[in-house]
Nanobody, 120 residues
Framework: QVQLVESGGGLVQAGDSLRLSCAAS?????????LGWFRQAPGKEREFVAR????????NYADFVKGRFTISRDNANSTMFLQMSGLKPEDTAAYYC????????????WGMGTQVTVSS
C-alpha cells in the first residue's frame, strides 16, 4: 500500500496562488504508475484536476485548470506538487491526492485531503 499525505491548503483571496504537496511513502518507486489530484466541493461530486505519470512526468489536466495549475513531482523525495495560480472562488474545495499503482486502471490509494478556500 502507498500512503499519501497532502499539505499546503489554506484560505486565500481570488487571484492568489497556492502550492499543494502530496508526500508518498511505502516503496513508491516500485509501486506507482501515476499520482493525481482530485477535488470535491460541498454538495458536489469529486472531480479530476490533474495527473502526472510517475516515471515520465507527463501531465494531464482537466480543462478548467489548464493554464492556471501546474502539476509536478520530485521522484527523489516521492512528492507531488500542484501549483495553483489565478485562484477563483469556484476552486474552493477539499483537494485529494490519489495514487494509481503499477498495472492498475484505477486510483488505489487516497490521502485525507487538504482544504482550499478562495474568497472573492
Amino acid at each position: 500500500q502507498v500512503q499519501l499525505v497532502e499539505s499546503g491548503g489554506g484560505l486565500v483571496q481570488a487571484g492568489d496562488s497556492l502550492r499543494l504537496s502530496c508526500a508518498a511513502s511505502g516503496r513508491t518507486s516500485s509501486r506507482i504508475e501515476a499520482l493525481g489530484w482530485f477535488r470535491q466541493a460541498p454538495g458536489k461530486e469529486r472531480e479530476f484536476v490533474a495527473r502526472i505519470n510517475w516515471n515520465s512526468g507527463i501531465p494531464n489536466y482537466a480543462d478548467f485548470v489548464k493554464g492556471r495549475f501546474t502539476i509536478s513531482r520530485d521522484n527523489a523525495n516521492s512528492t507531488m506538487f500542484l501549483q495553483m495560480s489565478g485562484l477563483k472562488p469556484e476552486d474552493t474545495a477539499a483537494y485529494y491526492c490519489a495514487g494509481q499503482r503499477l498495472g492498475s486502471i484505477r486510483y488505489d490509494d487516497w490521502g485525507m485531503g487538504t482544504q482550499v478556500t478562495v474568497s472573492s
